[in-house]
């Protein structure tokens, strides 16, 4: 099983941009799609973005295309999300997941290993 660290959240002004980093260790990095979630009080986690166990392919949620993007690094067992023109909506506990699956999968219920969240906070 892979265990999952976030790192990057914090509080930036609306339009700002932030970059998230989740790293890895256990088992083989590159078995795994990987997704960005995100979470707030009283709502469903929904996804935000996912991609592939190569790279090669992603999803990007709608609410996020053209400023959010998604990348991974096998060598060095990291996914990243770049988040650019950030709006107060945005604002969320944001979590890492793996899902053992060589497709590109939006449900979460297909992720069985988390971290431990990062919030992140976009003042207006």
């Known amino acids: 099983q892979v265990q999952l660290v976030e790192s990057g959240g914090g509080l930036v002004q609306a339009g700002g941009s932030l970059s998230l980093s989740c790293a890895a260790s256990?088992?083989?990095?590159?078995?795994?799609?990987m997704g960005w979630f995100r979470q707030v009080p009283g709502k469903e986690r929904e996804a935000v973005a996912v991609?592939?166990?190569?790279?090669?392919?992603?999803y990007a949620a709608d609410f996020v295309k053209g400023r959010f993007t998604i990348s991974r690094d096998n060598a060095k067992n990291t996914v990243s999300l770049q988040m650019n023109s950030l709006k107060p909506e945005d604002t969320a506990v944001y979590y890492c997941a793996a899902a053992l699956t060589e497709y590109v999968v939006s449900n979460s219920d297909l992720f069985h290993t988390w971290g431990q969240g990062t919030q992140v906070t976009v003042s207006s």
């Open positions: 256990g088992r083989t990095f590159s078995d795994y799609a």
């Open positions: 991609i592939s166990w190569t790279g090669n392919s992603w």
